[in-house]
Every structure is written in C-alpha cells, then in structure tokens.
C-alpha cells in the first residue's frame, strides 16, 4: 500500500462521512466498519437506525435533496455501493440483509423490503445512467423508474433489477436473472429476460 492510500485510510477511519454542501441531516449512530459515506450537495438527508450494522461499503450522494433511510436492524455484510443523485430517495426497510449490492438511483426511488436478502454481485438500478433520444423527436425514452422490492425477497447471485420493477412479497430471483418486469408475490423468477418459472413458494433465511 502506497503511502498516500495508507494516509487516506487512516483518515477515512476517522472521519467515515464526507459532507460537502449546505443544509445536510445525518442521522447516524450504527456501527460502520470499513463503510464510507461521501455527500456532496444541498439539502441532503441521511438516516440510519442505531442499531444497524454497515460493514465494507460506500455511499456516494451527489446533487441535491436526496433521501436514505435505513431502518433498524439492517445487516449489510458488503461490499455495497450505493450510488445516489439529483432527488434521489433510497429506502432499506427493518431487517434488510445485503452481501454484495450495487444499487443506483437517479431522480427516484429504490425501496428494498423489510426482512429481504441479496447475495454477491447484486445490482438493483432504477436508471439507465444515460439518456436515449428518439432520432426523429429528439425527446429522451428512457427515464429513472422506481424499483420496489417487496417484503421478504431472495435475490441470488448475479441478480440484476432494472427501472421500473416490482418484486412482490416472498418471491426468489434465481442466479444471474436480469429482471426487466414485475415479479408476482411467492413466485420464483429466473433467466435473461427473467420469467416466472414457479409460483406458490416460500423460502427461509
Ligand atoms: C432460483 C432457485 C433458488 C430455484 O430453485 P428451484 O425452485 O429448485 O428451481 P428448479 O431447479 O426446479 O428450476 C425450475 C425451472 O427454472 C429454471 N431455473 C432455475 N434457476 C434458474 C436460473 N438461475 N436461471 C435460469 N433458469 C433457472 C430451471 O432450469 C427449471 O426450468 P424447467 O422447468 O424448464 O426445467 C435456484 O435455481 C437458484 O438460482 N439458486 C441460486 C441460489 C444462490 O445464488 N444462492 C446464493 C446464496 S444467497
């Protein structure tokens, strides 16, 4: 490890939450290892329960007026990146558990349901990140849709979610599903795009 990033780590241990901007709440008593939250920007929110525990990650909020909560109880194992900007709201619910997650929010919401869990190399987007335009009317087609995840989901490994999508209460992603369209409750979703393959489950932790 060069110097610099010894430097930096040590200084990052201290000081886990950069803000940079006015008018910014954090609330944030969890135990954070190895986490790191940058915010810069105005008007920012950030909420996290104290009995939370937030180990090997980053959050990265830019722009103004975007929101995190997350709720008692939430077990992040990591490595998360969370990624918001420009409006964004993210909303981990009580008892949530993550391993490897990547979400991204832009102007919008991602709100991942009480009690649910993801596996390695989850990504969980509610935007594309860049604009498409129309060659004839040069209006943009692909704007930010909010990505609901319901209470008590399993996603596996390789998960992909995309904007716009509903996961309904209990239901299981299998592996390396890339997900462009609701998931009914109790269900089991599965391929690129993913379809239902069974309905009537329920799985435990
Ligand atoms: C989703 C999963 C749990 C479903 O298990 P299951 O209920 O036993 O499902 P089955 O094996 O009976 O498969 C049902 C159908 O879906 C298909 N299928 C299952 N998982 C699939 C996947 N990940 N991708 C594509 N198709 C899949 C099967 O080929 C089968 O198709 P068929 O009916 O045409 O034969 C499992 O397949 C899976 O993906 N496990 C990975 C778990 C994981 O990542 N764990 C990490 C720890 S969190």
Redesign the pocket.
């Known amino acids: 490890m060069s110097f610099r990033s010894y430097i930096r780590k040590k200084y990052r241990a201290f000081r886990p939450i950069l803000i940079k901007g006015k008018d910014n709440t954090v609330r944030n008593c969890s135990k954070m290892r190895g986490f790191t939250i940058d915010i810069t920007g105005d008007n920012n929110t950030l909420d996290i329960a104290d009995d939370c525990l937030l180990t090997n990650g980053v959050i990265f909020i830019s722009g103004s007026d975007n929101r995190l909560v997350i709720e008692s109880d939430v077990r992040i194992y990591g490595p998360l990146r969370i990624d918001m900007r420009d409006g964004a709201t993210v909303i981990i619910r009580h008892g949530g558990r993550m ?1 490897g997650v990547n979400i991204v929010c832009e102007s919008g919401m991602v709100e991942y349901g009480a009690g649910s ?1 993801a ?2 190399n989850v990504v969980i987007r509610n935007t594309d990140s860049h604009p498409i335009f129309n060659t004839e009317t040069n209006e943009r087609i692909n704007f930010p849709k909010d990505v609901v995840i319901g209470k008590n989901v ?1 996603l ?3 998960v992909m979610i995309l904007k716009g999508v509903t996961i309904g209460d209990n239901s ?6 890339i997900v462009t369209k609701d998931c009914p409750p109790n269900s ?1 979703m ?2 690129n795009p993913a379809v239902v ?2 309905n009537n ?1 329920y799985w435990e932790r």
């Open positions: 391993r869990g596996s390695y399993w596996a490994q390789n299981i992603i299998g592996a390396g599903a089991v599965a391929g393959v069974k489950v």
